[in-house]
């Protein structure tokens, strides 16, 4: 396609997971919303300025290669052709279980199916993306229940229900453009339930505003399922016919009664029964939740327990729906094409020898290797103790994202090979000894998923900067300069193609249709309408018991650390911060402080304080904010993870949400 002539090119936003469509003026770089779905003529002020970061004086323009603290410009073949000898050279000498991938949330459906082929065809299951520290928790604990780990219902969904509980997840600044959504069904009628550890922007919405001591979200859940269950208004048709393991939940929650879920939830058993009340008794509702649920030590039971309640009340189908936001614009799809260290494409088990084996018969092998890969929050003890050598990064900043960033640092140094592939040079760039330039979202096409399965086009409007190249073609130039077959793409809808054939709901399907639509929703908009994907068709109950933090606060470090997001700044900040509308828009790093805590320390509104945990300290300005006594919350965009815990729960995800932390006034 020409993009010299002036057009309005839709392309999809490059941020969060809802999954707006941008309309890009390709003359001014102007950017207005599409007015069909899902966005439906609305963006947030990330989406309305999404092209500001792609045009900063910043954008990586060429390869290059570190020489001493430095780095110097290269060649794209001799940046590749030195990058696969040493890939070769290692696998050589340690074998393939030494190189590691983490693919990347914010690049397209195409360019993540092309990093876990090589991965996989390398020989190594170490492959895997942003959703270990995001929602691998909602995964894992949908997959065991429902059968897949999915958000159940379409966002239109939403609109229809009579009650949304809305829990650990602040929609009006992380996906804002939802809230259209949840504000419809508010006009509807419906209730809406916020439940989080300090009053947020979306509990301002709220009919019902639960403030819970963080770390005790199992409580609650199983709290208000006493009360639901205590007073019959669970679906008992429902639970006959289409679930398994009732009688254990019923015993499961009897001790969790509302007076004892109050000592340790801090929320009044008398509000405790008026949402179990106001949920139940709707008769349609959905969960939404977020961070605040996954990101404990306790994320896949805190999910589980979520998951209890829709069940007990049959809110599933055309009654309700679970909806576990998906963060990035591209995590979703991520996960689809197989960027999970556990998974195939699709969410299929390595297990799966039928369908393994057809994936290798499409790239012209015998087999794949069947062993679990690592977590990526893995790697770093896995490099620290000189397991793994080479890492290979595209599209993720570990050095800002993971947890206890001091130690993913020194971890960073240690490596043989690190090759990041980014925009920016970013934090954990700067480790690198090879950069690679990839081209932005709008300087390349294809197609996006988000949190709905909406699988979504998106169309060049902008030529690459300088050197730059779209990430799948550097992946082909790789691939082919590691000696691997089937890498002969000429054009990314050639990989479509490809990907569409793993999936039966695709097969049939065209990449044109794709483009001319507004997507293509898989397996179906709306799920487990007459049975679950469990094998036997029944949902399964699974009973949790209250799990505490792993770090609980003590007399030398007596507060609670969690860590939220703002409105303006996304992640790691490698993009919005170099936005300059959005940067005007939030100022210096902060922490959130109650009033309570600022008294007692002496802390005043502007003062900079230092907040310190067992592995590290910062100095912000402190904000005094509505956040309960004994809590304090750092926008994790501001190098939160200097001090945050790298526990990791059942899923991999650390436990981001919860440090045991002091705090301080600088003198
Ligand atoms: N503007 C903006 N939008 C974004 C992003 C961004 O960085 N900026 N990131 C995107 C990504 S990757 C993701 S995953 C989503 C995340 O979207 P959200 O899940 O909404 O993000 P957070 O603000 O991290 O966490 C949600 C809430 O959890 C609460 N919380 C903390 N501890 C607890 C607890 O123990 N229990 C309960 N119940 N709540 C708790 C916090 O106070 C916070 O309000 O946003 C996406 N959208
Ligand atoms: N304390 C704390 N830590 C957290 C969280 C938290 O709530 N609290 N949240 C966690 C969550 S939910 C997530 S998802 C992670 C996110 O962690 P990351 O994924 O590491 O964060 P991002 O800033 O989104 O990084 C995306 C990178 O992709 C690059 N990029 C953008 N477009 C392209 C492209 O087209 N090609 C290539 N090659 N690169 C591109 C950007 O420049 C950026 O460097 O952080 C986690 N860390
Ligand atoms: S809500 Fe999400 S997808 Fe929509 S414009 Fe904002 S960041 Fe982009
Ligand atoms: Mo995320």
Redesign the pocket.
Known sequence: MSIGVRMSVKV?????????N?LVDTITKKVR?YRGEP?RG???????F?LEHVYSKDRLRYPLKREGSDFKRISWERAISEIAEKIREIIENYGPSSIAFIASSKITNEENYLLQKIARLLGTNNIDNCARLCHESSVHALKLTLGAGIQTNPYSDLEKFKALMIWGYNPAE?????MQYIMNAKKNGAKIIVVDVRETTTMKFGDYKVIIRPGTDITLANAIMNVIIENRWYNKDFIEKRTVGFSEIRMGVKKYTPEYAEKITGVPARLIKEIAEAFAKAGSGAILWGMGVTQQIAGVENVLALINIALLLGYFGEKGGLYPMRGQ?NVQGAAYMGTLSEFLPGYVPLSDSEFRKKVAKLWGVEDLPTERGLYLTEYWDAILNGDLKVLYIVGENPAISDANVLKVRKALTKLELLVVQDIFLTRTARYAHYVLPAAAFCEKEGSYM?SERRIQWSHKACEPLGESKPDWEILTMLANALGLRGFNYKRVEEITEEYFKLFPELENRSVEELKNSEGIVIPSPRLYTDRFLTPGGRARFISVEQIMPWEEPNGEYPLILTTVRLITH?NTGEMTMRSPSLTKMIGEPFVLISREDAQEYGIKEGDYVVVETRRGNLTLKAKISNIQRGVIAIPFHFEANVLTNDALNKAGTPELKFSAARIRKVS
């Open positions: 999809v936003c490059p941020y969060c997971g809802f999954g707006c941008l919303p966005n609305k963006l947030c002020p990330k989406g309305l999404a992380t996906h804002p453009v939802v614009n988000n996304y």
